[in-house]
């Protein structure tokens, strides 16, 4: 039997409110559920015509849930804006805007406080990985990025490994490397909650995901699915990558 590969795009800061409805309205209708996490901004009219097989997610949310932080969104707006889930830790917020896994701790609870479900991101950078010091970068922002959660708020998150040095780049992990990567996180995750929870635990993969190398990422056994950023800025790449996944219904 194949397995369902969860596939979500990351729209990052691309995207009018009229070039988001234009690429909804070119979604092949033969898909199953897929996921785009839009710009805050064009969440809700996205939310007014989406089809039903499509979730819609915001991209950050701050800790708190209102006050004076300028120019900040909380986990209340975005989800009464229409949104299912968020992204957090995304690599390009913790290097550009030094988010901490303390932080992003804070907003992992607020966003299951609030009924959002949460994509957690994590990666290495090339350094990390040259030093060999992966498995404990990974493992400090997946268990301090997850600190106190218990099993029931485990079940509304997913993993997103995401090398730094394969965002953007055009170089994905091979799939090898993503399995072996994917392993030890299912791993780690062992460790801390246990057989259940790892084996429920959707660890999806990001970083130059292509309709030319999604078939074979997917069909590692602890690859759930994929983030996808540049790729799924283009209706037909798009909806090509959902083929080649094996997402489109039969
Ligand atoms: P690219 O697919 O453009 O490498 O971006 C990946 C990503 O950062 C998704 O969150």
Redesign the pocket.
């Known amino acids: 039997m194949s397995k369902e590969v969860r596939i ?3 729209w ?1 800061m691309n995207k009018t409110i009229e070039e988001a409805t234009d690429f909804i309205s070119k979604l092949p209708e033969d898909i199953k559920v897929v996921s785009i ?1 839009v710009p805050s901004t064009a969440l809700y009219t996205c939310a007014q015509m989406k089809p039903p097989m499509l979730s819609l997610g915001a991209q950050n949310i701050h800790s708190e849930t209102h006050g004076p932080f300028t120019g900040e969104i909380s986990a209340d707006m975005v989800k009464d804006a229409g949104a299912e889930f968020v ?1 957090l830790g ?3 917020r913790r290097h550009t805007f030094n988010e901490t896994n303390e932080f992003v701790n804070k907003k992992v609870k607020q966003a299951l406080l609030t009924d959002l479900q949460v994509i957690l ?1 994590i990666g290495e950078t090339h350094t990390e990985r040259d030093a060999e010091q992966t498995t404990e970068v990974l493992k400090k922002q997946l268990f301090e990025g997850l600190f106190e959660l218990n099993m029931e708020q485990l079940k509304q998150v997913s993993i ?1 490994y ?1 090398p730094v040095w ?5 170089q ?1 992990a091979t799939a090898q490397m993503a399995q072996e990567t994917h392993f030890i996180l299912r791993n780690l995750i062992k460790e801390k909650w246990g057989e259940l929870a790892s084996e429920k635990m959707f660890i999806l993969h ?5 309709p030319e190398n999604i078939a074979e990422l997917t069909s590692q056994p602890d690859v759930d699915g994929v ?6 800025l283009d209706p037909s790449t798009f909806s090509q990558i959902i083929q080649n996944a094996g997402n489109a219904k039969k």
């Open positions: 979500v795009a990351n990052k996490a992204i995304h690599s390009e991101c997103a995401e394969a965002i953007g780049t055009g994905a990001g970083g130059s995901i292509k983030l996808v950023g540049g790729a799924a």
